[in-house]
């Protein structure tokens, strides 16, 4: 469909589709301030090969914020890959909401719930990034949840929701993903997206999270109006040829509030050279 024609459509039916997308902007607000959220992250500790102790005393490896958290929560124990959990003796501690003693622990590995200890209100999830593995923690008072203000968006602007012609890979194919930690990862493509925007035709690889397509991606706003390391967009994953792609939706990626996050960047193929003014502004100093 032409983009004049579609920008036309949707102008005929603006107050709902701009009550869509305001309704998809507050949910994604209502995400962030959880008492888990992105924004409760309060620290990242990569494990050492062996013993790790955890809790808000001086010397722990695995340093907790202060507050309900125990001074002695436990041990992490690092081998071969594998992260077990020993609680300390009397410490409140849950495992995936039970009291445990032990447990061999998940890690997010594939996209996957990790397993949750909990030491009073503080969580400890187990992250894998290439070569290295991590204890996430999240606390509900973390300074970023304490003081964040609010989201700040481009108007909506219906010339900006584009339909695209959407290629698989087949099979799919391997993308090695640049990240702030300044390492790679290897993730599966099953396809990318071509569009025409302000009168050009792009390309953006795509990978999958939570059954949709993601794109990372990096526009001539980046570092001025919006967040400078790039932005994210999902996508319903098509079953035929046709691919939506709503910029007004595009948002911010969790380390543009805080340090703690592990965030991809844009592929080189995934840098646009246009200004897309849609979507999620900078936030604060970002």
């Known amino acids: 469909m032409a983009p ?9 039916g603006a107050p709902s589709y701009q009550a869509s997308v305001e309704e998809w902007r507050a949910h994604r607000e209502q995400e962030l301030r959880k008492p888990d959220g992105w924004l409760s992250l309060a620290g990242l500790i ?4 062996g013993t790790n102790s955890a809790g808000t005393a001086p010397n722990s490896d695995v340093a907790l914020p202060s507050g309900d958290a125990p001074a002695h ?12 959990f020993q609680a300390a003796p009397g410490a409140p501690v849950l495992i995936n909401g039970k009291p445990a003693a032990t447990a061999v622990l998940k890690s997010d590995l594939g996209d996957q719930a990790p397993d949750a200890v909990k030491a009073g ?9 290439g070569d290295r593995i991590g204890i996430r923690v999240k606390d509900p008072n973390a300074e970023a949840r304490r003081n964040f203000h609010g989201l700040r968006w481009y108007p909506v602007r ?8 959407y290629h ?3 099979p799919p194919k391997t993308l090695r993903i ?3 930690l300044g390492t790679s990862v290897d993730e599966p493509s099953p396809g990318y997206a071509e569009f025409r925007l302000q009168g050009q035709t792009f390309r953006l690889d795509a990978t999958i999270d939570e059954g949709s397509l993601f794109f990372v991606f990096h526009d001539r706003t980046a570092g001025k109006t919006t967040y400078g390391a790039g932005r994210f967009l999902k996508a319903p994953l098509p079953t035929g040829d046709t691919v939506v792609l709503d910029f007004n939706e595009a948002y911010n990626p969790p380390c543009a509030f805080t340090p703690y996050a592990t965030c991809p960047l844009p592929t080189p193929s995934s840098r646009l050279p246009i200004a897309v003014e849609a979507g999620e502004l900078r936030y604060g100093d970002h």
Not at 46 to 49: D, F, G, I
Not at 158 to 165: A, I, M, Q, S
């Open 121 to 129: 209100q503080v969580l400890m999830l187990v992250i894998e990034r």
């Open 158 to 165: 219906p010339e900006y929701r584009v339909e695209g012609t």
């Open 168 to 170: 698989r890979h087949n």
């Open 4 to 12: 004049l024609l579609l920008a036309l459509l949707f102008a005929a």
């Open 73 to 84: 929560a436990g041990v992490f124990t690092l081998h071969n890959r594998r992260v077990t």
């Open 46 to 49: 990569w494990l050492k090969e």
């Open 178 to 180: 640049p990240t702030v």
